[in-house]
């Protein structure tokens, strides 16, 4: 009997994402990719992930790669990037609103990033690095909303590869501009409590 507040219309981002919604370009030239995997990526997807990014079709793009200082990636991860022309790592960043809107592709796990990136409509390459991730990463791709690849346990850096080049195809980016959410989450939740007060 209770009052449920389901679905990405009350999915809870931070303010910044509502605002920055408004602004939010149609992205269709693949330059600028942004990697995350969560803080720790126990599934060493991000290091998989670079790799990929040194063959020459690919090593021309940007790079944006978020990690937690905590990962047990993180040097290695430094060091890898340190060989590529225009990779920059990021730790501990207050929000990744301005990594996502000024990103043409994400690459990463298929948690609550998801509603982020959805909501700035950045295409998104996507591995459920969670059990509970799969179900809603499905349907989200079967509705055009993601390119989900699968669990990450089945996902080698070839399918990853082939996903990214798949992306530099004409008009296929711009067709997973689709926006989920529009950031107002919070405030529709809010009004909601005020009105059963």
């Known amino acids: 009997s209770c009052t449920q507040l389901l679905g990405p219309t009350y999915a809870l981002l931070s303010p910044e994402y509502g605002l920055l919604s408004q ?3 149609i992205r269709t030239n693949l330059k600028r990719v942004l990697i995350y995997f969560g803080g720790a990526d126990t599934s060493h997807l991000t290091e998989k992930t670079i790799n990929i990014f040194f063959e020459p079709r690919l090593i021309h793009l940007s790079l944006d790669i978020v990690v937690g200082q905590q990962s047990s990636s993180f040097k290695s991860i430094h ?3 340190a060989n590529h022309p ?3 790592l990021h730790v501990n960043l207050p929000t990744m609103a301005g ?3 000024r990103a043409d592709l994400a690459i990463g796990a298929g948690g609550s990033s998801t509603w ?3 909501c700035l ?3 998104s390459i996507t591995i459920s690095v969670a059990a ?3 179900g809603f990463n499905q349907v989200l791709h079967n509705e055009g909303f993601i390119n989900f690849l699968g669990c990450s346990d089945h996902i080698s850096a070839e399918d990853i590869r082939q996903a990214v080049i798949s992306m ?3 008009n296929t980016l711009s067709s997973y501009n689709k926006r989920l959410t529009d950031g107002l989450g919070v405030k529709r939740v809010l009004n909601k409590i005020q009105l059963l007060l």
Do not use: G, M, W, Y
């Open 168 to 170: 530099l195809k004409p």
């Open 116 to 118: 982020e990136r959805s």
């Open 99 to 101: 990594l996502i809107l």
């Open 132 to 134: 509970n991730q799969f």
């Open 79 to 81: 060091d890898q990037i």
């Open 86 to 88: 225009s990779a920059n």
């Open 121 to 123: 409509r950045l295409p």
């Open 23 to 25: 602004i939010a370009p």
